[in-house]
């Protein structure tokens, strides 16, 4: 069973709450890059960024980061993902890089991404920006800034749909 949790208005507020927020903590734009990790972050990233052109009038950088390689499950999946290619076009020496991801569950996604990224340079900051933070960490790991935070409990899943792959913006949660 499915239940509407955000919808297309709701999810373009706490976008724009988020990179308010994120333009806050580093006093602007200058600096900063984002980097989207496969495949809904990518998408949140990218419009953070417009939304950051769009108030500062600055074109931050911004890369895609598929963690697959780095996942410590990547042995223990039933079925292989598809690696998408990651594209980091930029040094992220002293950068503040902010991590860009849908969903943080367990941590270990974030703890991926962190690893990758040290692969690609030696950043001054990595802060995580999430949609929805549904609990249940397992590493200690908390999002600088979050959308929404949904407690839900292991057996329930959070989906986020995106217009770039799916048509519409919704979360749902979804029940067994």
């Not at 996604?109 to 991404?113: F, W």
């Not at 040290?118 to 030696?122: A, E, K, L, N, S």
């Given at each position: 069973m499915e239940k509407e949790l955000l919808n297309e208005q709701e999810i373009e507020r706490i976008l724009t709450r988020i990179t308010y927020e994120i333009l806050e903590k580093n006093k602007g734009a200058e600096n900063i890059c984002?980097?989207?990790?496969?495949?809904?972050?990518v998408y949140l990233a990218e419009r953070i960024k417009g939304k950051i052109k769009e108030t500062e009038n600055i074109d931050v950088p911004i890369g895609i980061l598929d963690i697959s390689f780095y996942r410590d499950d990547i042995n223990l999946a039933k079925t292989r993902k598809k690696i998408k290619p990651t594209n980091i076009p930029f040094s992220l020496d002293d950068k503040k890089v902010v991590l860009v991801d849908d969903v943080l569950y367990t941590g270990r996604?974030?703890?991926?991404?962190m690893d990758a990224l040290?692969?690609?340079?030696?950043p001054a900051e990595i802060q995580l920006?999430?949609?929805?933070?549904?609990?249940?960490?397992e590493l200690p790991i908390m999002a600088n800034y979050t959308g929404k935070y949904i407690p839900t409990s292991r057996s329930e899943k959070i989906k986020v749909y995106l217009k770039e792959f799916s048509g519409k913006d919704s979360v749902v949660l979804i029940t067994q």
């Open positions: 984002l980097i989207g990790i496969v495949t809904g972050g996604s974030t703890r991926a991404a040290m692969d690609f340079g030696r920006a999430v949609l929805i933070d549904r609990g249940h960490r």
